[in-house]
């Protein structure tokens, strides 16, 4: 898919459900790889606003600023970020926001770090720490899927996120008309899911 037509599609996805932060999010990329990066910026501080704890919205809206020469409002951003990430154990986000604070001159904060969700998943057996809201919340009583991503959604996000999760993909599909004929399809589902639900990869 071209990047115009990208932008385009996220566009709509975000207009037709302006609470939606994946769509907004998704656009967000989209102009970024199209180095559109007001615009960029604009659907990133959207994403935040809706959903305080996408690390990964602050270490694009970091990247963007820091195109644009914003070195300032690029470290403000980018500390924000690494503490959310901190806190909640995204340990990918985390490290790539040190990276560029470190790039930028400035030293990572000194944050209590969440052991990531990989090594505290369950607890009793019933229970998942959820990479999607930071919470141990109930987890699913069995893969929603089967293979090596289905086994990853199991250890990783709660029964609730899970559910918020289809309602959020039936307008993915929806508003991207995804044909699931078509290989590419679910690649893009898929992408657009571990996104969604942070899921680490």
Not at 8 to 36: C, V
Not at 48 to 71: C, N
Not at 107 to 130: H, I, L, M, N, R
């Amino acid at each position: 898919m071209e990047i115009e037509e990208r932008i385009a599609n996220f566009k709509n996805m975000a207009d037709a459900d302006p609470e939606n932060e994946l769509g907004h999010f998704s656009l967000g990329k989209a102009y970024l790889d199209a180095q559109r990066y007001e615009e960029a910026c604009a659907s990133f501080r959207r994403v935040i606003e809706l959903q305080s704890g996408f690390s990964k919205a602050y270490q694009h809206l970091g990247e963007a600023l820091r195109s644009l020469g914003k070195d300032a409002e690029a470290v403000a951003a980018l500390t924000d970020g690494y503490r959310v990430a901190a806190e909640r154990g995204d340990i990918m986000p985390r490290d790539a926001m040190a990276n560029l604070l470190r790039e930028l001159g400035q030293t990572p904060p000194e944050v209590e770090t969440k052991a990531p969700a990989a090594t505290v998943a369950t607890a009793g057996g019933d229970t998942v720490s959820c990479c999607h809201c930071g919470q141990n919340a109930p987890k699913m009583e069995e893969r929603p899927f089967k293979g090596e991503l289905g086994e990853k959604v199991l250890a990783h996000v709660c029964q609730a996120c899970w559910k918020e999760w289809i309602a959020m993909g039936t307008k993915v599909i929806n508003e991207l008309r995804l044909d699931f004929s078509n290989p590419e399809a679910s690649k893009t589902y898929d992408s657009h899911m571990i996104e969604f639900l942070q899921l680490p990869m």
